[in-house]
C-alpha cells in the first residue's frame, strides 16, 4: 500500500501570491500565508479524478464529516463557475458558512476553486487539487488550501487551531476520496441546488 502524506509548506504558492504581488505593487498588504498541502495517490486514471473533481455536486460525497448543509449556486454544477454553498463544523466557529467557486480547470491537470467564508465573508479562500500522473494508472491528488485572513480575531482563529483543524479534515477528505474513486463505498450525498 502506498502511503498517504499530510505536509506542511512554508512559501504561498498559486493563484492567491499573483493576486498578493499585485496588490503589493499598489501598495496593498496582504497577510496570506499556505495553511496545507494534502495529498493522497488513488488508482484511477487522472482523467476520470479530473471529471469527478470537477463536479462540485461531488465534493459533499467525500467531504461532509466537517463541511455541511450544501447547496449549490447554479444548476450547472460542472465546470467553470459551478459552486457551492456549505457550513464548517469547526469547533468555537461562530460564523460558519463559506463559499466556493470552481474558477479555473485545466484538464486534466488542475482544479483551483476561489471562495469566501468567516464573518461578511471577509476571509478570502483558495483551493488547489493539482492531479499527476502516477505508475499503472494512479494518480496523487494534491489539495493546498490557503487563506487571508484579514482582521486579528480571524488570524488568532486561525492560530488557535483553525488550520490544524481544517488540516487534519481535509486529510481525512483525500482518504474518502480515495475510498469513493477506488472501491464506490463511504459516499456521502451529493449536493444540489436545494440542498440536502
Same mark, same amino acid.
Given at each position: 500500500?502506498?502511503?498517504?502524506? +499530510? !505536509?506542511? =509548506?512554508?512559501?504561498?504558492?498559486?493563484?492567491?501570491?499573483?493576486? $498578493?504581488?499585485? #496588490?503589493?505593487?499598489?501598495?496593498?498588504?496582504?497577510?496570506?500565508?499556505?495553511?496545507?498541502?494534502?495529498?493522497?495517490?488513488?488508482?484511477?486514471?487522472?482523467?476520470?479524478?479530473?471529471?469527478?473533481?470537477?463536479?462540485?455536486?461531488?465534493?459533499?460525497?467525500?467531504?461532509?464529516?466537517?463541511?455541511?448543509?450544501?447547496?449549490?449556486?447554479?444548476?450547472?454544477?460542472?465546470?467553470?463557475?459551478?459552486?457551492?454553498?456549505?457550513?464548517?463544523?469547526?469547533?468555537?466557529?461562530?460564523?460558519?458558512?463559506?463559499? +466556493? !467557486?470552481? =474558477?479555473?480547470?485545466?484538464?486534466?491537470?488542475?482544479?483551483?476553486? $476561489?471562495?469566501? #467564508?468567516?464573518?461578511?465573508?471577509?476571509?478570502?479562500?483558495?483551493?488547489?487539487?493539482?492531479?499527476?500522473?502516477?505508475?499503472?494508472?494512479?494518480?496523487?491528488?494534491?489539495?493546498?488550501?490557503?487563506?487571508?485572513?484579514?482582521?486579528?480575531?480571524?488570524?488568532?482563529?486561525?492560530?488557535?487551531?483553525?488550520?490544524?483543524?481544517?488540516?487534519?479534515?481535509?486529510?481525512?477528505?483525500?482518504?474518502?476520496?480515495?475510498?469513493?474513486?477506488?472501491?464506490?463505498?463511504?459516499?456521502?450525498?451529493?449536493?444540489?441546488?436545494?440542498?440536502?
Amino acid at each position: 500500500m502506498v502511503p498517504r502524506s +499530510v !505536509t506542511r =509548506s512554508g512559501s504561498p504558492t498559486g493563484a492567491l501570491r499573483d493576486v $498578493r504581488a499585485a #496588490g503589493r505593487s499598489r501598495g496593498a498588504t496582504y497577510n496570506a500565508a499556505v495553511d496545507f498541502t494534502v495529498s493522497t495517490p488513488i488508482a484511477r486514471p487522472r482523467e476520470q479524478v479530473f471529471e469527478y473533481l470537477a463536479d462540485i455536486s461531488n465534493h459533499p460525497e467525500f467531504s461532509d464529516h466537517y463541511l455541511v448543509d450544501w447547496h449549490l449556486t447554479r444548476e450547472d454544477s460542472y465546470g467553470t463557475g459551478a459552486g457551492a454553498r456549505f457550513r464548517m463544523k469547526a469547533p468555537l466557529q461562530r460564523f460558519a458558512w463559506a463559499d +466556493v !467557486t470552481l =474558477s479555473e480547470l485545466q484538464p486534466p491537470f488542475r482544479i483551483v476553486q $476561489r471562495g469566501r #467564508g468567516g464573518k461578511y465573508n471577509r476571509i478570502r479562500m483558495l483551493g488547489t487539487y493539482t492531479l499527476s500522473s502516477g505508475p499503472a494508472d494512479t494518480t496523487k491528488v494534491q489539495y493546498t488550501l490557503e487563506t487571508d485572513p484579514v482582521m486579528p480575531s480571524d488570524k488568532l482563529m486561525e492560530a488557535l487551531g483553525g488550520a490544524a483543524w481544517n488540516r487534519r479534515q481535509a486529510a481525512k477528505a483525500m482518504r474518502r476520496l480515495r475510498t469513493i474513486l477506488e472501491e464506490g463505498r463511504d459516499r456521502g450525498r451529493r449536493a444540489s441546488v436545494a440542498g440536502r
